[in-house]
């Protein structure tokens, strides 16, 4: 009995180490602490995250399934670049995966409680959508990733959820990823009122049972976040300060180019 004990202590304090590890090593990746290329050396993560060796490999090793990190054919890992066509590949995938969470969702149809949480979501958001102070943006924020997780769940497929946590931890791929852009920008803030547009569309096409049509929906509204990167790629001072954007390999500006002018290269 207390051999049992203590060995489910040791598995539990396992886990809680390997978590810790890969929140606080994907917080550090994400705010740019280490550059792309950059090796993960074990000893000095291992002081530093005050961890053991083997939760830190596990942790590696979620982060490169998650594919933030890569590894390297003899071993170990370095931090992952991203061009601006793995970020539209990224979005591009997260649209395909949420509208067929929409599809699902329709097809296979849902309880009223159900859609009536998702229309009393939408309610509340048109309350906050065209307000510009910060309260209000917040609120949006915890709306819009409530509206998103309540969508998976209708999906009732958690494989596909699976799918989508993946593909929406990458770099600017997620349905907040621009939420700092969101609050300081008036051109972001215009792009929130069409994002309450498309989930008002979703609610109507999943009541209606028109699975076509919530796919659709949901592959355009996955788009926005494209038109929110060519949005913040005119502000490069915004882009610096958004978790991750020290991971993106961008077009340096011309010497004596203007702060918020975009380059010629980033629109091609």
């Known amino acids: 009995m207390v051999a049992a004990q203590e060995r489910m202590s040791t598995h539990a304090n396992g886990t809680s180490q390997t978590t810790r590890a890969l929140l606080r090593l994907r917080e550090l990746l994400l705010s740019g602490e280490f550059e792309p290329g950059a090796r993960m050396s074990e000893l000095p993560l291992v002081e530093r995250l005050g ?9 590696l090793n979620a982060l490169e399934h998650e594919g933030l990190l890569r590894l390297l054919p003899g071993g170990g890992y370095v931090v992952r670049e991203f061009t601006r066509a793995d970020i539209d590949d990224s979005i591009e995938l997260r649209g395909v995966l949420e509208g067929t969470a929409a599809r699902f969702a329709a097809e296979r149809g849902v309880s009223r409680r159900e859609l ?10 048109d309350e906050v959508v065209h307000k510009a102070d910060y309260e209000s943006f917040e609120r949006y924020v915890d709306l819009n ?3 998103h997780s309540l969508l998976y769940d209708m999906a009732r497929s958690p494989l596909l959820v699976r799918a989508i946590e993946h593909a929406i931890s990458l770099p600017f791929a997620g349905p907040s990823a621009f939420v700092l852009t969101e609050a300081e920008l008036p051109e972001s803030r215009e792009v929130l009122v069409v994002a309450q547009s498309h989930h008002r569309g979703l609610i109507d096409a999943i009541d209606r049972r028109e699975g076509a049509r919530a796919e659709s929906i949901g592959r355009e509204h996955a788009r926005l976040a494209r ?12 882009l610096d300060r958004m978790p991750g954007a020290s991971l993106i390999t961008l077009p340096k500006r011309e010497e004596g180019e203007a702060e918020g002018s975009v380059p010629s290269e980033a629109s091609t």
């Open 145 to 147: 990733e409530r509206f």
């Open 51 to 59: 961890v053991s060796r083997t939760p830190l490999r596990l942790a």
């Open 116 to 125: 009536k949480a998702m229309v009393d979501i939408a309610d509340q958001t």
């Open 227 to 238: 038109l929110n990167l060519d949005i913040v790629l005119r502000h490069r001072d915004v």
